[in-house]
């Protein structure tokens, strides 16, 4: 007797939860409460935020801009160099551009307040290591 060709049969529920699992997995990577997912670029926003606070460039809650703190400020955009030195040769090109950036214009920020607060250029007074 000949064998007869197995036939194949598709079941569309497996379609259906494929369909469900791909939305479990894009809710979770979407974080909580639909906040993006965390990426390099959302790491060093943090970082600088917490820098730019520091340089007294941010408002506070009643919009009167905090007083500059050059030692925080430091602290932070010292934290962006240990971000570059840990991460040297694993960032995609925008990331490295996106580091490479916010170090200059970071620095660049510090160098200027911290000037203006000794009353003169500030440059290679407490400029932030790496700068």
Known sequence: MAEEPRKIIVDDDWKAEARREKERLAAQT??????????????VNLIVMQAMAGL??????????FPPSLEAAK????????????????????????????LYETRMTYVQIAGAAAGGPGVGHGEPHGG
């Open 56 to 65: 007294g460039l941010l408002p506070g809650p009643n919009g009167e801009r």
């Open 30 to 43: 979407a974080g909580p409460q639909g906040m993006p997912a965390p990426s390099f670029a959302e790491l």
């Open 75 to 102: 602290h932070f955009i010292d934290m962006l160099q240990v971000l570059e030195d840990k991460t040297k040769g694993n960032l995609t090109a925008d990331e490295k551009r996106l580091l490479d950036q916010v």
